[in-house]
């Protein structure tokens, strides 16, 4: 006669049904690939605009989406997170006329950080620090307020695009220049071509980087 119960057998004997195993987030460089493909997918091209022979990069299209625009600044967000960790992040995000206002303060405000602008000579008020750079028509002139950075605080100048790096060079002058510790140049796009980052005093991060195809 069978002593089956129908019943489980229960005690230290008894078959466990393992739970299910959840799946690993995806890495910070996994998601920091994805974010840059979505980020240059955006992005519009207008040859010989606004001379001939430039091939102009409109990112404009980026913060026409809001949920681009969350990618944009969590994309810079987790480079530099990534690069400097929490106790050496910036105190200060420098942003260069003028594109580097659409996405600095946002950057800054995620990060906890300042934001302080560099304009082209005369469109700041006050007493100004100022530093010269060479375009393709002659010299032109960067400033930003005096006292905007105090001595030692950590800085990180952002721009949209590394050209030459004349313009760029200016405002990491402008940030020793004011005492400030300069960490590094954050830009959208970089053209390698060009070899700009050779005229920067630190070291330079680019989203992306030359005038591929998308």
Do not use: W
């Not at 910070?28 to 430039?54: E, M, Y």
């Not at 404009?60 to 681009?68: A, G, R, S, T, Y």
């Not at 620090?129 to 375009?135: C, D, G, L, R």
């Not at 960490?183 to 050779?198: K, N, P, Q, Y």
């Amino acid at each position: 006669m069978s002593d089956f119960t129908g019943q489980h057998p229960t005690g230290p004997d008894a078959t466990r049904t393992a739970a299910p195993r959840q799946p690993h987030p995806p890495s910070r460089a996994a998601t920091l690939a994805n974010l840059k493909i979505r980020i240059r997918s955006a992005l519009r091209q207008f040859p010989d605009f606004p001379s001939p022979g430039i091939l102009f990069e409109d990112i404009l299209p980026i913060f026409q989406d809001p949920e681009l625009h969350e990618a944009l600044i969590t994309a810079l967000e987790l480079h530099i997170t990534e690069t400097y960790g929490h106790q050496n992040k910036p105190d200060v995000i420098v942003g260069l006329e003028a594109r580097g206002f659409l996405f600095g303060p946002s950057l800054a405000l995620r990060l906890g950080a300042a934001f302080v602008p560099v304009r082209k000579k005369g469109k700041l008020p006050g007493p100004c620090e100022t530093a010269s750079y060479q375009k393709e028509y002659g010299e032109d002139f960067f400033q930003i307020q005096s006292g905007a950075i105090r001595e030692g605080q950590k800085v990180l100048v952002v721009d949209d695009l590394i050209a030459t790096g004349g313009s760029a060079a200016a405002a990491g002058s402008l940030v020793q220049q004011a005492g400030g510790k300069l960490l590094g140049f954050v830009v959208l796009i970089e053209l390698e071509f060009l070899s700009g980052r050779d005229k920067l005093q630190a070291p330079t991060f680019s989203l992306l980087s030359s005038q591929d195809n998308k």
